[in-house]
């Protein structure tokens, strides 16, 4: 299914508004609103190629994607991320198609003296809709803290930019039980620089780092809770925006496995690796 009826927690629906409670608690604080006044959250598929290809190869790529789209009609929204210098390229073959592209990343500076970095306004030229922020590659291997992973996502919105905020733990703070806290943290560093409003235009990718590119995998469970904790943490803030807001999975997600991911209530999505890297195995993804 391409796209769902948003709610809070499984509630579909209330004659009035009301607090939600769970199993014991004092409640969350969140309210539910008639189902027909949410809108649907539209299923969406990215494949971050990361540094991979060549100029032939994301030809070859992006026209098997295109041409697969066509034929298939999966009805969920597709999206892009290639490396840096083909963007040219996808905008000029991608045009007027119903997939859409964007960056890996951005700097949280309009336009100066940053060697090797790339601005907002840049991408816009290309045609990008979307840009990435705060990936764990980024976040280990280049020093991307929260707090400037959310000065570029609030660059990229001030440029019409709609970032994709990655948010996950590693497998040692999973095991010693700090999931919820670690992804809290990297949520809250955004919360303070664009407020709940500004979850209003982007997405969010729970990425486990500990199941990117390993061949592990959250199960379809395991990813439902952290993406319920994520939507409830926003919920007691605006429960519209929580509702409304797309949360994407990520981690060795498959054409075998996506569609059980995928069939969680608070999963809308996938951010994917390598199996984006053929346009086969992600167009399965995407019909899942």
């Not at 494949?47 to 060549?54: A, P, R």
């Not at 290309?126 to 400037?148: A, I, K, M, P």
């Not at 984006?276 to 019909?287: A, G, N, P, W, Y």
Request: charged share 20%.
């Amino acid at each position: 299914m391409a796209a769902r009826y948003v709610y809070l927690r499984g509630c579909a629906q209330a004659s009035s508004p009301l607090s939600l409670r769970g199993p014991g608690s004092k409640g969350f604080g969140l309210k539910i609103l008639p189902a027909d006044y949410y809108m649907q959250r539209r299923r969406l598929v990215a494949g971050n190629w990361k540094m991979n290809g060549s100029l032939e190869a994301a030809r070859e790529l992006v026209s098997g994607i295109i041409n697969g789209m066509m034929n298939t009609g999966s009805g969920c929204e597709v999206v892009v991320f290639p490396p840096f210098p083909y963007l040219g390229l996808i905008q000029d073959l991608a045009k007027g198609s119903d997939l859409g592209w964007g960056g890996q990343n951005l700097s949280d500076q309009v336009a100066g003296a940053y060697t090797g970095e790339i601005a907002a306004e840049m991408l816009l030229e290309f045609g990008c809709r979307y840009v990435l922020t705060g990936h764990s590659e980024r976040r280990s291997y280049f020093g991307d803290s929260n707090q400037w992973v959310a000065a570029k996502v609030a660059r990229a919105q001030q440029a019409s930019l709609v970032p994709v905020l990655c948010v996950g733990e590693t497998l040692e703070q999973r095991e010693a039980g700090e999931t919820e806290a670690i992804v809290a943290a990297q949520i809250d560093a955004v919360l303070e620089r664009v407020g709940i409003a500004g979850f209003g235009q982007l997405v969010v990718a729970y990425e486990p780092v500990w199941a990117i590119g390993t061949g592990r995998t959250a199960s379809p469970q395991q990813a439902q809770d952290v993406h319920a904790f994520i939507r409830t943490k926003l919920g007691a803030l605006d429960g519209t925006i929580a509702a409304q807001l797309r949360i994407l999975y990520g981690g060795s997600v498959k054409g075998a496995n996506a569609a059980e991911l995928f069939g969680m209530e608070d999963i809308d999505g996938g951010l994917i690796g390598g199996a984006s890297l053929t346009h086969e195995e992600f167009l399965k993804i995407c019909l899942a």
